[in-house]
């Protein structure tokens, strides 16, 4: 959540720092060496490859016109290709989504500026690439990512591209319910100018929503949007099962779709997210029994409700913290999860990332060469970003890889004690244990007294 402002702030630092020595001590070629340094930083951003065995292919799928469809980005194992990086993928789509940012973050004039500066910026992955079905096993299982507050589909490249580099298939969505940036949807029009009644395919925007009016306003709008992200997870799972069939039919995004063909394994589906993503990761979990395994990073819990937390299926869920983010009352809702809440088996645990703030599992820290700047920011902690990156990558694909069955998994407990140092068990904050308890209580009589009525409600009723 609010990731993207730190970036602005270095932005805008840097952008006043050469005006000021321009002003000031009218030093020209001062300005000029700061002009240099800043393009060659534009040049050279481009994001760490992925650490799997297999190379990365990926393209963009929307299901239909209208504000109703369903956009989301696939990763997915493919073939060896010869590196050419300017023929990688743009990790900023379009200068609309520059526009997106710099609005979310309220400073719309520099739109230019945040163009300007991530243009160039590119994901190490080959764009439509061909599937490479990996040897160690006959069917890709399959990840859902869900971005946080005022993200995009890119935002989270580093750790998509990563699992799919261990073989997987990875759909990273950009939701409809105007908590991205920016997004947007297809409209079909007929083309009077053609004279032939032609139709025509246009992009309409969808702007962030601003919540404001207080509570209980603002819980109600995230409430909302919440179910509606975790609606569309559910639904992008059933557009997967589609594409399996091999009866997808896409108006954005049809380029080989016949490949993955009876070649995906929906019994071994994860859901993850960051921040607002974490949270419908637990939503998405309430309302389908199909995903198996579930990620939070850094979750922001707020926009849940307790019929979510009554409701949430008995499946494996790790919270990843940042050091820096959490705070009691919301890590406290976390425990509700905990497994001896309504006595499971499955394995619920919460870690947290020793030197990271919020921002430390997107994109952003790794796109900034200077840890200097990112951490004098705040958009990373004390530690190195690309050593958390890796770290926090290392464990998403373990806890997934353990609950579903496949090769890369390990044992989380094995990957803290190899780190002592990088993660904490648990939370690094001091919480009410008592307080814990009597919510976990609430809940167990809750879900007792009215489970036919919470079951019924939570069920996803798709707004497609």
């Known amino acids: 959540m609010l990731c993207e402002l730190p970036t602005m702030l270095f932005l805008l630092t ?7 020595n321009w002003g000031i001590n009218n030093n020209y070629i001062q300005l000029e060496v700061k002009i240099k ?29 209208g504000e109703d469809r369903c956009l989301f980005r696939l990763y997915y194992p493919t073939k060896p290709q010869e590196a050419v990086s300017s023929e990688n993928p743009l990790w900023l789509p379009c200068k609309e989504y520059a526009s997106g940012f710099t609005s979310f973050v309220n400073i719309p004039s520099f739109s230019w500026l945040f163009r300007w500066f991530f243009s160039s910026t590119r994901i190490p992955v080959s764009w439509n690439g061909d599937l490479q079905m990996p040897k160690s096993v006959q069917k890709l299982p399959v990840v859902l990512f869900s971005h946080g507050l005022g993200g995009i589909r890119t935002t989270y490249s580093n750790v998509c591209t990563d699992l799919a580099s261990y073989g997987t298939l990875v759909a990273s969505i950009e939701h409809s319910d105007k908590s991205a940036s920016a997004t947007y949807y297809l409209e079909e029009k007929v083309n009077l100018e053609s004279g032939d009644s032609e139709k025509v395919v246009e992009k309409k925007w969808l702007p962030f929503h601003k919540v404001s ?72 979990l309430s309302m389908d029994e199909r995903f198996k395994v579930g990620i939070g990073l850094d979750s922001w819990m707020y926009p849940l409700d307790k019929t979510m937390y009554a409701t949430i299926n008995p499946v494996p869920f790790l919270f990843i913290n940042s050091e820096t983010f959490q705070w009691p009352s919301n890590v406290a809702k976390m425990r509700k999860l905990d497994s001896n809440t309504f006595n499971i088996e499955a394995q619920r645990e919460i870690i947290t990332l ?34 958390v990156a890796k770290l926090n990558n290392e464990i998403v694909r373990a806890f997934i890889g353990k609950h579903l069955g496949l090769e890369f998994g390990r044992d989380l407990e094995s990957l803290i004690q190899e780190n002592e140092d990088g993660i904490i068990r648990g939370s690094n904050l001091k919480l009410d244990e008592s307080k814990i308890e009597e919510s976990k209580e609430a809940l167990r009589e809750l879900k007792k007294t009215n489970y036919e009525v919470f079951f019924s409600c939570n069920r996803p009723i798709y707004p497609f």
């Open 14 to 20: 840097n952008l006043f720092h050469v005006y000021s």
């Open 37 to 65: 340094q800043l393009c060659k930083i534009r040049m050279t951003r481009v994001l760490p490859k992925p650490s799997g065995p297999y190379s990365v292919g990926c393209f963009d799928v929307s299901t239909k016109c």
């Open 213 to 284: 009016g207080g509570e209980p306003a603002e819980h109600e709008c995230r409430n909302k949007q919440v179910r509606h992200r975790a609606a569309e997870c559910c639904k992008t799972l059933d557009i997967l099962q589609l594409l399996n069939e091999g009866n997808l039919e896409t108006v954005e995004g049809n380029e080989n779709l016949h490949q993955f063909k009876n070649a995906l394994d929906l019994e071994k589906c994860a859901v993850l997210g960051h921040s607002f993503g974490g949270g419908t990761a637990v939503a998405a």
């Open 354 to 387: 020793v030197g990271t703030s919020h921002h430390s599992q997107c994109d952003f820290p790794l796109l900034l060469r200077s840890h200097f700047f990112s951490k004098s920011i705040g958009i990373s902690g004390t530690a190195d970003p690309v050593g």
